[in-house]
């Protein structure tokens, strides 16, 4: 059982910066992949950002050019770097990390943009 934890949430002003950060409780070569999530009040969860440890990262169409996700493999940590944040970006992120068929999610860190 792989167990991400999430740390990094917090209130920013709309145009500012926030980095979370998932540690994973193993080495994220054991990992297919790791990925953030988000959640908003009444919406459905969706895609911010997932790498691939062996391959490429994708993000989603409202978060590129905005967020970069990047790993400390020393760490066994993922980051997500938000820069340019908006009101919509308000949401409890989820990380989520994967093995095979088995996802693992961590319990969600709030994110609250003002304007």
């Known amino acids: 059982q792989v167990q991400p934890v999430e740390s990094g949430g917090g209130l920013v002003q709309a145009g500012g910066f926030l980095t979370l950060g998932c540690a994973a409780s193993?080495?994220?070569?054991?990992?297919?992949?790791m990925g953030w999530y988000r959640q908003a009040p009444g919406k459905q969860r969706e895609l911010v950002a997932v790498?691939?440890?062996?391959?490429?990262?994708n993000y989603g169409d409202s978060v590129k050019g905005r967020f970069t996700l990047s790993t400390d493999n020393a760490k066994n940590t993922a980051y997500l770097h938000m820069n340019s944040l908006k009101p919509e970006d308000t949401a409890v992120y989820y990380c989520?990390?994967?093995?095979?068929?088995?996802?693992?999610w961590g319990q969600g860190t709030q994110v609250t943009v003002s304007s």
């Open positions: 790498l691939a440890t062996r391959g490429t990262t």
């Open positions: 989520k990390l994967s093995r095979g068929d088995l996802e693992f």
């Open positions: 193993e080495s994220i070569f054991t990992l297919d992949t």
